[in-house]
Nanobody, 113 residues
Framework: QVHLVESGGGLVQPGGSLRLSCSAS????????MAWYRRAPGKQRELVAHITTSNLTQYGFSVKGRFTISRASSGNTVFLQMNSLNVEDTAVYYC???????WGQGTQVTVSS
């Protein structure tokens, strides 16, 4: 059973930055494709960023150029560096391992002055 734990959420002012982390345990592979999704109040869940086992990355349109997904050298720990945050980025951010359909519990990001 894979267990995903997110951390790093919080309250930040518009224009600020946050870095989310997601650590995966229990996988039978050293490296898995992983992704970040978010769900804002009253909106559907949307893809934020995805990273393959070869570290190829893909981003949602609304975050491209501002957010960066990366992977620790240890393998199944991924990060989401979020810069130039705006109020529309306020959401619960979820880490997922698409292989197996595993999801973390989510971490709240609130952008407000």
């Amino acid at each position: 059973q894979v267990h995903l734990v997110e951390s790093g959420g919080g309250l930040v002012q518009p224009g600020g930055s946050l870095r989310l982390s997601c650590s995966a345990s229990g996988s039978d592979r050293a490296i898995d494709a992983m992704a970040w999704y978010r769900r804002a109040p009253g909106k559907q869940r949307e893809l934020v960023a995805h990273i393959t086992t070869s570290n190829l990355t893909q981003y949602g349109f609304s975050v491209k150029g501002r957010f960066t997904i990366s992977r620790a050298s240890s393998g199944n720990t991924v990060f989401l560096q979020m810069n130039s945050l705006n109020v529309e980025d306020t959401a619960v951010y979820y880490c997922t391992m698409p292989r197996g359909g595993y999801w973390g519990q989510g971490t709240q990001v609130t952008v407000s002055s």
